[in-house]
């Protein structure tokens, strides 16, 4: 859709967890929705993402 409009949306960037837990269920729910609800990649792609965000 949005290159139909020719608009080009910045890029979004992988959650990063720096072990505060008061900002885990925020990292949480941006991980799984950016990476985990994705069916196009494999198991060990996500525990590639996983490991490079903590």
């Not at 729910?29 to 490079?52: A, G, P, W």
């Amino acid at each position: 859709m949005g290159d139909s409009l020719g608009v080009e949306l910045p890029k979004i960037e992988l959650p990063r967890f720096d072990g505060k837990m008061e900002e885990w269920l925020s990292f949480k729910d941006r991980f799984i929705s950016m990476i985990d609800n994705k069916v196009t990649l494999s198991d060990i792609e996500k525990l590639h993402y996983l490991r490079s965000a903590l």
